[in-house]
C-alpha cells in the first residue's frame, strides 16, 4: 500500500464512521460500498482518463474518505484493474439472451457492432484499454497477464459464437473461426487507435459495422441449389 500522508480529519473520520457497517451486515454492506467504488471509479476513468483521475474526486463520489477508500482498494492501479473486470462482465451481458445463454452466429456477430457503438460514447474508458493493452506488452508490466487474458477471452467468445452460427446452420461448415476471431478483433483494435487520434475523421461503429457485414456475407450458409 502507498504512504498516504494527509492527516484524516475528524469530518472524515465522522463519514466513514457514519458508514461503517455493523457487524451484522457488514459483509453485504462492504460489497454494496465495494460496488459503488467502482461504478463511480469507471465514471472518473472514463471523464478523465487513468492519469487525470484522482482518488481524492473518486472518494468523495462515493462519499467516503480517502483513507476509507484504499481500506477496499490499495492504490489506483489495483482499483483500476478492479475497474476493467467490472466494465468486461458488463459488455459480457451484451453478450447474452434473456435466458442468459451465450449469443451466437449472426446475433453474437450483431453485439459487436453495438458494442463498438458503445465504446465510440465513452472515449475516456476506451483510451484507457487501448494505453493499457500497448503498455502491457512487456511481461512485467502489472496487467501483461490481464491484457493476455482479455484477448484470449474475446478471441474465444467470437470463436464459439462462430462455431455455434456453424452448427446452426447460419455459417458455412468450411470457415475458420479462429482464423475470423484474431481479424475482427485486430480491425476493432486497430480503428480505436485511429478513432481516438482523429474521431472527427473515423466512424468507428461504421466502419466495424461494414466490415462485420462484408465478413458475415463472406462466410454465411447459401441455400443449397
Do not use: C
Request: aromatic share 6%.
Amino acid at each position: 500500500m502507498p504512504a498516504y500522508s494527509e492527516t484524516v480529519t475528524t469530518r472524515e473520520k465522522g463519514r466513514d464512521a457514519a458508514t461503517r457497517p455493523r457487524r451484522g451486515g457488514s459483509y453485504a454492506v462492504g460489497r454494496a460500498r465495494r460496488a459503488r467504488i467502482l461504478h463511480v471509479a469507471m465514471e472518473e476513468f472514463a471523464e478523465n482518463g487513468y492519469r487525470g483521475a484522482s482518488l481524492a474526486r473518486i472518494a468523495e463520489r462515493a462519499e467516503l474518505s480517502q483513507p476509507g477508500l484504499l481500506h477496499h482498494f490499495r492504490n489506483k492501479e489495483e482499483l483500476l484493474a478492479a475497474t476493467l473486470d467490472l466494465r468486461d462482465e458488463m459488455d459480457a451481458q451484451r453478450f447474452v439472451d434473456a435466458d442468459g445463454t451465450p449469443l451466437t452466429g449472426i446475433a453474437a456477430m450483431e453485439a459487436l457492432v453495438d458494442l463498438v457503438e458503445r465504446n465510440q460514447r465513452v472515449p475516456g474508458l476506451v483510451q484507457l484499454f487501448t494505453v493499457l493493452s500497448a503498455e502491457s506488452a512487456t511481461a512485467d508490466h502489472p496487467a501483461h497477464t490481464w491484457a493476455r487474458t482479455r484477448y484470449r477471452r474475446i478471441r474465444g467468445f467470437i470463436g464459439d459464437a462462430i462455431r455455434g452460427g456453424v452448427t446452426s446452420g447460419e455459417f458455412r461448415s468450411d470457415v475458420d473461426p479462429e482464423a475470423h476471431a484474431f481479424r475482427l478483433v485486430a480491425i476493432m483494435d486497430g480503428l480505436q487507435q485511429q478513432w481516438l487520434l482523429d474521431a472527427e475523421s473515423v466512424d468507428m461503429a461504421a466502419v466495424f459495422g461494414a466490415y462485420l457485414h462484408e465478413t458475415l456475407d463472406m462466410i454465411r450458409a447459401r441455400p443449397a441449389s
